[in-house]
T-cell receptor, first 115, second 115 residues
Framework: AQSVTQLDSQVPVFEEAPVELRCNYSSSVSVYLFWYVQYPNQGLQLLLKYLSGSTLVESINGFEAEFNKSQTSFHLRKPSVHISDTAEYFCAVTPLTGTASKLTFGTGTRLQVTL | GAGVSQSPRYKVAKRGQDVALRCDPISGHVSLFWYQQALGQGPEFLTYFQNEAQLDKSGLPSDRFFAERPEGSVSTLKIQRTQQEDSAVYLC?????????????FGNGTRLTVT
């Protein structure tokens, strides 16, 4: 079984400031890792994923996450946030050997960007 | 192109009523998932279909929950004799592949409120 811990339920930050959203996971098998974003009244959208290769992955809107196997972490970072980044962010994992993307999610971190 | 469509968007049911939630996945997507998202929580897996076959229903919380996908496209999640603890957002997701690294596309969800 897998579990995902997002320690920060809310992260307030000023526009143009850097941000880090933390994610730690527990699993007895190797996993794929994901970050999803949920804007108000919308469904989940894939932000970025780690499947293999370089441990640093990037999204098209400036977010990045680094897979750290020894610390079982997959923290999400952005060097300069924008008002439009205000949303709920979910970290998720799924086993490599599973037959489908049965995701285990964390409880989410609400990023609130203000002027 | 068209994404995953869920209806109704909102549903209010009196305790004890039966409800049916519909999911139209992206055309041609083999895999279909249902997740339940309680207020302030991350989504939790309910059930998984590969075409018309329900391969995993380990997340269904009780025998009041039933899902089907008879022709391998549209899926319906039915909840019988609704209880207040069933109040949540029900998310449907589809995926083009069968493997765990196949990307998930989520609908906007159905918010069920049981009074």
């Amino acid at each position: 079984a897998q579990s995902v811990t997002q320690l920060d339920s809310q992260v307030p930050v000023f526009e143009e400031a850097p941000v880090e959203l933390r994610c730690n996971y527990s699993s007895s098998v190797s996993v794929y890792l994901f970050w999803y974003v949920q804007y108000p009244n919308q469904g989940l959208q894939l932000l970025l994923k780690y499947l293999s290769g370089s441990t640093l992955v990037e999204s098209i809107n400036g977010f990045e996450a680094e897979f750290n196997k020894s610390q079982t972490s997959f923290h999400l970072r952005k060097p300069s946030v924008h008002i439009s980044d205000t949303a709920e962010y979910f970290c998720a994992v799924t086993p490599l050997t599973g037959t489908a993307s049965k995701l285990t999610f964390g409880t989410g971190t609400r990023l609130q960007v203000t002027l | 192109g068209a994404g995953v469509s869920q209806s109704p968007r909102y549903k209010v049911a009196k305790r004890g009523q039966d409800v049916a939630l519909r999911c139209d996945p992206i055309s041609g997507h083999v895999s279909l998932f249902w997740y339940q998202q309680a207020l302030g929580q991350g989504p939790e897996f309910l059930t998984y279909f590969q075409n018309e076959a329900q391969l995993d229903k380990s997340g269904l919380p009780s025998d009041r929950f039933f899902a089907e996908r008879p022709e391998g496209s549209v899926s319906t999640l039915k909840i019988q004799r609704t209880q207040q603890e069933d109040s949540a957002v029900y998310l449907c997701a589809s995926s083009p592949g069968r493997r765990s690294n196949s990307p998930l596309h989520f609908g906007n969800g159905t918010r069920l409120t049981v009074t």
